[in-house]
């Protein structure tokens, strides 16, 4: 039986959504790197806003649910997603004059789509290791998005917190991140080792979910996000 290592006196260790959300911020920057994608950095500085929205050019959204629930939204720019999409795909071994320069292409969407689960299971993994809890996502959301559509999304959060983070990419583009959760704070009740995992063991399965659904959805992937949404 595990006895509590805190000494009377002694002040807890908690770890409040921010931490969360630096946990999610190396995840971004962690799996880019390992991908080959990118070699990113994010802003020392976070913003707190009041809703999370998808804005141009290519947004892309996530929901977790478990141990705490909440939503990852992540807005790229035209030029930061044909960055990230033709950096990944030429490390593949891919020609770049075979390689999209349109943001609108089904190609950098289902990459950035990729990506994006990759990012989303390595966080998990840090969130059991860390946190000793675990959470489930959603199979990521991909829509390209003009200036004058901005789609807010809402989820029923008790106390919901929200968050932005910039990114800045090897050519200086820019992306940004956003977060919603509900106001948490885990608190060390005892000194525990933390589970070691494999992070390529994440992002192969990772992949393996994300082949797994493209071949099940349809073509209209667009048509069906706005169903969802009931635009």
């Known amino acids: 039986m595990n006895k509590p290592a805190v000494k009377p006196n ?22 880019l790197a390992s991908a080959n994608a990118n070699q990113v950095t994010y802003s ?25 629930s909440g939503l990852v939204v992540i807005n790229f720019s035209a030029a930061a997603a044909i960055e990230i999409y033709q950096k990944y795909m030429t490390n593949m071994g891919i020609p770049i004059e075979e390689l999209s320069s349109q943001h609108t292409s089904d190609d950098v969407a289902n990459v950035m789509g990729e990506l994006l689960n990759q990012i989303l299971g390595d966080f998990t993994g840090l969130v059991h290791k860390e946190l000793q809890t675990s959470i489930t996502q959603s ?5 390209t998005v003009n200036k004058q559509l901005i789609i807010s999304i809402d989820t ?52 393996v979910q994300m082949e797994e659904e493209n071949n099940k ?6 048509q069906d996000l706005l169903d969802e949404l009931g635009l």
């Open 10 to 31: 002694k002040k807890s260790t908690f770890v409040s959504t921010d931490d969360i959300l630096v946990m999610l911020c190396k995840s971004v920057t962690d799996v």
């Open 156 to 207: 029923n959060l008790d106390r919901p917190q929200a968050r932005r983070v910039t990114f800045t990419t090897q050519k200086g583009n820019i992306f940004y991140l956003e977060m919603a959760m509900d106001r948490t704070e885990f608190i060390k009740l005892h000194d525990f080792v933390p589970e070691e995992f494999d992070p390529d063991d994440i992002i192969r399965g990772a992949s």
């Open 44 to 68: 020392a500085l976070v913003q707190k806003i009041t809703k999370t929205s998808l804005k141009p050019d290519i947004g892309s959204f996530v929901l977790f649910d478990g141990g705490f």
């Open 139 to 143: 199979q990521p959301k991909m829509l």
């Open 217 to 222: 959805k349809g073509p209209d992937v667009d």
